[in-house]
């Protein structure tokens, strides 16, 4: 039983901290989308968790699922949004995805 809990624990340990060196990765980078604006910079569509987590992919070469991503909305409006990502129980990371017109 000692075995199995030293075990837990070290795995544990090793999840925390790729999930903190993610977070650091993620804080020191970001990822650009584009969507259609009209007049005013009003834009057309809006960017969704799935989309960021497609960029995140394609931009940077991590993977990052979609339900991780602390998006209460779609992001609507153009410009840099910082974006909470939620990477371990104990480690909340931030994406800055800057929004486009494209």
């Given amino acids: 039983m000692k075995l199995q809990k030293a075990n837990e624990n070290r795995i544990a340990a090793e999840q925390l901290a790729a999930a903190k060196e993610l977070a650091e990765k993620l804080a020191q980078s970001a990822i650009t989308l584009k ?7 009003r834009a057309f569509g809006s960017v969704s968790g799935k989309e960021i987590a497609g ?3 394609d931009q940077l070469g991590l993977e990052i699922d979609k339900k991780k991503l602390v998006l209460p909305e779609p ?3 153009l410009g840099t949004h910082e974006v909470p990502v939620k990477l371990h129980k104990d480690v ?3 994406l800055a995805v800057k929004v486009i017109e494209a």
């Fill in 35 to 41: 969507i259609k604006a009209g007049e005013g910079g």
């Fill in 55 to 57: 960029a995140v992919k």
């Fill in 75 to 77: 992001l609507k409006t």
């Fill in 92 to 94: 909340t990371g931030k």
